[in-house]
């Protein structure tokens, strides 16, 4: 027993000595904090430039989206000093703007003659400006993201399925312009047998836990004619939010959850969802446009087997899509903010802009997606512009979290639960989210 | 200083201690008992003071307020019993109170069956008991989170071992076996995985009581002639029991607290069918940042705990006077 | 199993035994089946992992280890030959998916934070009980039944309702995402049932050891530390073990507290992600050497350990 204990001992101090040594790291080393995701790996390969340009060395830390908002808005609220460079999603902006955690960069910009006019006008509003429309900047539009969908071409190109599609719906089976012609698609593949398989209509966002089943839903919602308030009076939802047309769009998402998503998909998010693709049991698949460029490079389904389209239209013609994407932002409490400003500076440069696209990131300069070579530089680019020429955006309000934690309590327990009606979940969404606001002293 | 030389001074101190009065006697020794006392007590009452009960009470006065722990530069506002009253009508609140009350029910109810069968087996100590034993015990030494995490691998319906297992017994195809995703499965889903990690636990306090039970008791019963029936209700029973409603106090206190494993495994959902108390703390103290209202969600937790605890204790030691 | 009064069957019969027997080894197979199947999927390749229906037999494969321990970056084939032959075992095995190691993953780095945290914490917290047991069993110290219970209650505040102040407290004084921080925490969560556990060994050992030392003329510090705690080195192991397994198993304050620097495992294993969802190889070999160390300890020392569940089950 005694010498259990004096091992354990032995090791305890061992430990505490060989931390001592391991935690001494460059002082110079800057750490970029984002989610853990294809373009971060993207931006790891082209990261080696600035420190071969500089010197300076970096280190990552990604976290996996569903833990992402909660791992680094806490970070931030605990002043920590973990972050020097972190691209924050769209929807914090407000409140790390508000609360300080993001250093302003408007000075910065004027010195260093990056001007906002350079990049693309939606990216600037999304992930740049607090408050919206206004010229003061936080963050430098670094990946442009908007949800967007993948489809099986192959499948939807064999002639026996377009002759038995045409015969069961009267049109040609190609991809959806509407949502109604989306769900039609999504009947005619669910639990249909191709290559001995059964394969399943859709993936679409279910995810509980941080932002997917509103990101989802709202895709869907704005098309079908949801408003966030009034546009003639901020913060009046009701009859906004809860419009006829919202229930209807609510209704449909359901409908569609219900009929036509592969078993067991009751909690999926952008990584269920390119698993579900990448597996060949979907047929159509939601997800934000970063997964194309590693989907397009699959051995299974890649190639010439997937085929893009942009968000469909709703039943008044409407057509939007949900934003995704950041700005990168520096870090008020890192102690590195010099070298954290030299990186932002670096990466706002146009060949390295160029180069983080050809990489698999989406930049967000005119001067890349304007170039006349971009529509043809890959098979997803065209419509990725199409995407972000419609988007809409989430509440970036610096209550963002608890309006998102109400949406996606009140979204999932209906669509995937199925507790109440739409009316009923869009109703207490409202009153929801007029706590909130009454709560910050808005209403 | 060498231990001899030590030793030396001592005996030299003791010494001239012996011709000296009591008192003076302690404080040539060294500390006196009283001092000693005190040096040992001191340190782990001064962590528990820093780390838990002036936490404690800036939570209690951060539950009158409006405090908000992600906006620094707001004026912080006293409430009064806003929160309170506002946490005691919220519907919400409510209805994760009776998944917890589902969740601790039927874990205590599973747990204590199971684990007290086990117990009452393992008691005949049949060949290789104490290598079987050990394996049964296996499950309680993880970690909730990782275990919890990997369940939802074995809980998938197409790819899950599980489900692959239910549908060879049961012949239901495996991807209609949601259990994660099925609003009236998943609620058993943690169900089953608490007891899988637990009934160890319970197995083992229980037969720590079967143990205690002196063998003349069943001699006597013996003699008298008491079927094994009898006696196991008329004297194994009653006299376990008390070892039982202990395990069932852990593990309703440890349940009630329940937050990491079912974080894991369903997040609450489907919806909020698996949402537990813990986990609505979480979402408003962590991703709401509600500071003042979850601090008094968390003081009516508390309050809760402990007072049930305390209830069920009276009632324990009732049982065991008896 | 150290206690071996009496059961609960006189002299139970052959047939009951072995009817007993076969259940408990019934129970005890399929309990353990969850865990054998999280080592087997450790060595299965992802495809093989994901197959319906699971795959029991496998060709074995060091790609999850591989994973587990490095990031890596997906590649175009002529990128990849261009590069010269691979260096390692895990690098062959992650060309052949198209992808290149980019370099060492987060794994490690969580994992010596959890020894560090966890070692460090069982042994504070031991270390302050061993010295309140003793203080509490052989002094009259005042309140001692209202401190002992006060000790003891501070473990039935559920972690999310400690978290909220500890957070807002350490970020007033830097400790957030600090090794010290979560050390101080873990010790303060385990003290409480050192104390508890504690003393009751140390009331168990006769004051009449003590006493003759103190005659011989040791002082009541080296009576404590010659003849109490060798005498309580079961009891200390008993609670040792206890305290590690809270620690290194804790999740909750981890979760909250931490977030890069000073993580600890608990957190990080189910952020282990592939390109798509989780990677559940890789994730079942960080879950593997997760569990071993815990599962070395329970088998060598489960005597002390049963001791120390009944015991404390036969003491409140």
């Known amino acids: ?443 | 200083m060498t231990e001899a030389g030590l030793t030396m001074l001592n005996r030299t101190a003791d010494s001239v201690a012996r011709a000296t009065p009591e008192r003076l006697a302690r404080k040539v020794r060294g500390i006196s008992d009283k001092g000693l006392a005190w040096l040992f007590i001191s340190p782990t009452i001064l962590l528990l003071l820093a780390i838990n009960i002036f936490p404690l009470f800036w939570a209690i006065y951060l539950s009158f307020t409006n405090y908000r722990a992600n906006r620094p530069n707001e004026v912080v506002r006293n409430v009064g019993l806003a929160n309170y009253k506002r946490i005691l009508g919220d519907q919400d609140i409510w209805i994760a109170m009776q998944t917890t009350a589902h969740f601790v029910f039927w874990t205590i109810l599973l747990q204590t069956l199971i684990g007290f069968t086990l117990a009452w087996l393992i008691d005949r100590k049949f060949r290789g008991h104490a290598f079987w034993t050990t394996i049964i015990l296996v499950p309680m030494m993880l970690s909730p989170a990782v275990v919890g995490n990997f369940w939802r691998f074995l809980y998938e319906p197409q790819i899950g071992l599980f489900a692959y297992a239910i549908s060879f017994v049961s012949g239901i195809p495996a991807t209609q076996i949601g259990m994660l995703s099925n609003v009236s499965l998943a609620p058993w889903s943690i169900v089953i995985v608490d007891t899988w990690m637990w009934t160890p636990y319970v197995m083992l306090i229980c037969l720590a009581g079967l143990r205690s039970i002196p063998e003349y008791i069943y001699e006597a019963a013996e003699v008298d002639r008491a079927s094994n029936w009898r006696q196991f209700w008329s004297i194994t029973l009653p006299m376990a029991l008390p070892f039982i409603m202990l395990a069932v106090l852990f593990r309703g206190i440890e349940n009630f607290k329940m937050f990491d494993m079912v974080n894991l495994l369903t997040g609450g959902g489907p919806g909020s069918t698996t949402e537990v108390a813990s986990i609505t703390l979480k979402r408003q103290a962590f991703e709401s940042w509600r500071t003042g209202y979850s601090s008094a969600f968390a003081i009516i937790l508390f309050v809760a705990v402990f007072g049930l605890a305390n209830i069920y204790v009276k009632a324990l030691n009732k049982v065991k006077q008896r | 199993m150290s206690l071996t009064t009496a059961h609960s069957v006189v002299a139970p019969s052959a047939t009951s035994k072995l009817v007993a027997g076969t259940i408990i080894v019934a129970y005890a197979l399929i309990s353990i089946v969850p865990l054998l199947w999280i080592f087997a999927t450790s060595f299965k390749t992802p495809p093989d992992s994901i197959a319906y229906p699971p795959k029991i037999v496998f060709q074995p494969s060091l790609e999850g280890y591989c994973n587990l321990f490095s990031t890596r970056t997906r590649q175009t084939p002529e990128y990849i030959n261009s590069l010269g032959p691979a260096t390692g075992l895990c690098d062959e095995t992650v060309r052949k998916r198209n992808m290149v190691i980019a370099g060492p993953s987060n794994f490690m780095p969580r994992f010596v934070n959890s020894l560090i945290i966890a070692f460090g914490s069982t042994f504070c917290a031991v270390f302050l009980g061993t010295l309140s047991a003793y203080g509490f069993s052989r002094f009259k110290v005042p309140l001692a039944d209202d401190l002992l219970f006060f000790i003891l209650s501070t473990r039935m505040m559920p972690p999310i309702a400690v978290a909220i102040p500890i957070y807002l407290m350490y970020r007033e004084l830097g400790l957030s995402d600090t090794a010290l921080g979560m050390i101080l925490l873990y010790t303060a969560v385990n003290v409480s049932l050192a104390v508890w556990l504690l003393k009751g060994f140390i009331d168990e050992i006769p004051r009449e050891y003590e006493e003759a030392a103190m005659i011989d003329g040791y002082t009541r510090l080296q009576a404590f530390w010659r003849t109490v705690l060798p005498q309580a080195t079961t009891g200390i192991a008993a609670t040792a073990i206890f305290c590690l397994i809270f620690a290194w198993n804790e999740y909750a304050f981890a979760a909250l507290l931490t977030s890069g620097t000073a993580q600890t495992a608990p957190p990080f294993i189910p952020t282990i992600i592939g390109e798509g969802g989780q990677d559940w190889p890789a994730v079942a070999a960080g879950t593997t050497i997760f569990l071993v160390p815990i599962l070395v300890f329970t088998i060598l020392l489960r005597k002390q350990l049963l001791r120390g569940i009944t015991f404390g089950a036969v003491r409140k």
């Open chain 1, 1 to 443: 027993m005694k010498s259990t204990l004096k091992l354990t001992l032995g090791l305890t101090s061992a430990m505490f000595a060989s931390t001592a040594v391991s935690n001494v790291a460059h002082a110079e080393d800057l750490t970029l904090c984002w989610a853990a995701w294809d373009p971060a790996n993207a931006l790891v390969e082209l990261s080696k430039d600035f420190t071969k340009e500089t010197g300076i060395g970096m280190k990552f830390e990604f976290v996996p989206w569903t833990n992402y908002a909660d791992r680094f808005l806490n970070e931030l609220n605990s002043k920590g000093k973990l972050c020097d460079l972190i691209i924050g999603d769209s929807q914090w902006i407000g409140g790390s703007a508000e609360n300080g955690h993001y250093v302003k960069l408007n000075d910065f910009f004027d010195k260093e003659k990056i001007s906002m006019d350079d990049f693309v006008p939606a990216t600037v509003v999304g992930y740049s400006e607090w408050p919206k429309n206004s010229p003061n900047y936080w963050a430098l539009p670094a990946m442009g993201d908007v949800v967007g969908w993948t489809y099986r071409k192959d499948w939807f190109s064999k002639p026996e399925l377009q002759k038995e599609f045409k015969e069961k719906y009267g049109w040609d089976l190609a991809a959806p312009t509407t949502f109604d012609q989306l769900k039609q698609i999504a009947e005619f593949f669910q639990k249909r047998e191709i290559d001995g398989k059964t394969v399943y209509g859709a993936s679409i966002y279910t995810e509980r836990g941080s932002e997917g089943i509103t990101m989802g839903a709202m895709d869907v919602l704005y098309s079908f004619g949801f408003k966030y308030e009034n546009p003639e009076k901020p913060y009046e939802m009701d009859g906004f939010v809860n419009s006829e047309k919202s229930v209807k769009g609510l209704e449909f998402y359901k409908a569609l959850y219900d009929c036509c998503t592969p078993p067991g998909a009751s909690n999926s998010y952008m990584g269920e969802g390119v698993d579900a693709f990448k597996s060949g049991q979907v047929a159509m698949h939601m997800n934000f446009a970063f997964t194309w460029p590693g989907l397009q490079k699959d051995e299974n389904v890649g190639g010439d087997k997937i085929g893009y389209f942009a968000n469909p239209k709703g039943p008044d013609g409407d057509q939007f899509a949900q934003l995704g994407g950041q700005g990168i932002s520096v870090v008020s409490y890192s102690d590195k903010q010099d070298a954290a400003l030299k990186y932002i500076k670096w990466f706002a440069n146009k060949d390295v802009q160029a180069k983080w696209w050809s990489l698999g990131g989406y930049s967000c300069l005119n001067a890349v997606v304007n170039d006349p070579g971009f529509p043809a530089s890959q098979p997803y680019a065209q419509t990725f512009l199409d995407s972000m020429a419609i988007v809409k955006d989430f509440w970036a309000e610096p209550s963002y979290a608890p309006l998102l934690q109400a949406s996606q309590k009140r979204f999932h327990d209906y669509v995937v639960a199925g507790q109440g009606s739409a009316k009923d979940a869009l109703d207490g969404l409202v009153k929801d989210w007029t706590e909130v606001f009454q709560d910050d002293g808005k209403m």
